[in-house]
């Protein structure tokens, strides 16, 4: 694609000419004025309404695009633009040259420059403009009862909700820092209600499709009379308006200055290279003027240091609905456990552990930090009892296993840290085989301990951390667990 500039106007080119450049060449995109009676085309409104899209995801003639940019209702910005000579991705925020490729481009006839770093979201090159909306934003009718939910909060959680609301409704930036199992979805509704009721957009986003998918169904059945858009890759909800968003963090890379209200959830679920650039993905779908709520379970070390020196204004929810404390993990040294992996040997503490288990029929899941290591494993826990199974990210019985497991068919599950956030199994144990690799940092630590005792139930559960050598990350899960246990009591929220 190339533009010419005509009278203070860009013009579209759908092909070369002498005079044409590509839009990284174009030093000031002029912006016509609004006329407010041209007559848009409401389709192209909705569509592109606080988005920054593609000429390819616009499945409009170029002549009504051109008319509507003339007319002042769209806007281009430059796909790729540099910062002096340094090139960087004006939609995912990318700016290592490692992630920019170049390519004999048809489109402008040029060897073209383009991010590779989101071009599962389509190609941003030299010659790519970001498509937006500059005129109004479609109408959203609210109905009078917004949300149907009748459920009750614990008294952390019913804290944590009037701040979520206060920040929703005064565009303020939250931390809601809850652990594992303190029902923080609840924590929303009161202000996802408060939010739709003072007209506001909103979006939760979230690392995960599984996450999307688990929401999708709890919001629409809280908020049955509104419509919600649920975005992850392939979703057929891509071209909707919708006053409530749910999405995977990528998806947000199509928003542009979209939401009053972005609730950010697992922040912490990448490590922080991918962070970041969800990070810019988020700041850039919100509007100017908005909130931004987190919510976590393990925030970074950087961050839980801005909690403590007063910098990031935050909320825990130190205990779970339950009011039963955190399982405190154990340490228990185990030697050399590779050494006698490769001699098909595992540590007698290990193997007695798990006999325990199966012998009182208690569930647990235990962790490894490599898939070639558990799968060495698996057989010599198979001696015990011929029914365990492992799982990892790539396993195509993934699913199966985990629902083998959830009903009971399976007593033991071995597994890598994919399943260290989001499944839930009612009464189990948790070992971690090996916890000094570095795989196991301070947050996954966190979250594997927090997969016992959710149930109330069950609520309590055995976390045992099988080491070679107590990491710094071991610790400081530990320190976590038990500050949050201690703060539970202390408020009383924690029965004792
Ligand atoms: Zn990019
Ligand atoms: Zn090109």
Known sequence: ????????????????????????????????????????????????????????????????????????????????????????????????????????????????????????????????????????????????????????????????????ADAILQNKE???????????????????????????RLCIATPRTDVVLELTPRLKAAFPQIEIASLYGGSKDRHLFAPL?????????????????????????????VEESLQHAANQARKPESAMVYLTATPNPKWQKECLSGKRAFTTIPARFHRHPLPVPEFAWCGNWQKQLQRNKLPPGILQWVKERIKNGKQALIFFPHIPLMEKALPIFRNLASNIEAVHAEDPDRKEKVQKMRSRQIPLLLTTTILERGVTFPNIDVAVVGAEDTIFTESALVQIAGRAGRSKDHPDGVVIFFHYGKTEAMLKARKQIMTMNREGVKRGLIDV
């Open 1 to 164: 694609m190339r533009f010419r500039l005509i009278n203070g106007r860009l013009m579209l080119q759908k092909y070369f000419s002498e005079d044409s450049r590509r839009i990284s060449q174009i030093t000031a995109i002029p912006l016509p004025p609004l006329n407010p009676l041209f007559q848009f085309n409401p389709e192209l409104q909705r569509l592109l309404s606080g988005k920054q899209l593609l000429l390819d995801d616009l499945p409009y003639p170029l002549d009504e695009i051109q008319t509507h940019y003339e007319n002042g209702y769209i806007t281009f910005r430059k796909g790729i633009d540099y910062d002096g000579k340094k090139p960087f991705c004006a939609r995912c925020g990318n700016k290592d040259p490692q992630w920019f490729a170049t390519y004999p481009c048809a489109r402008c006839g040029e060897t073209c420059l383009y991010c590779r770093h989101c071009i599962m979201m389509g190609r941003i090159s030299e010659c790519t403009p970001l498509i937006g909306w500059n005129g109004p934003v479609p109408d959203i009718k609210m109905p009078t009862d917004i949300m149907n939910w009748q459920g009750t909060l614990s008294q952390g959680q019913l804290e944590a909700s009037k701040r979520v």
């Open 174 to 200: 939250w931390l809601i820092w809850a652990v594992c199992g303190a029902g923080k979805t609840e924590v929303l509704f009161a202000g996802i209600e408060a939010g739709l009721a003072a007209n506001k």
């Open 245 to 273: 968003t749910i999405a995977t963090t990528h998806q947000l890379l199509r928003f542009y200055h979209a939401f009053d209200a972005i609730i950010l959830d697992e922040v912490d679920a990448f490590p922080y290279t």
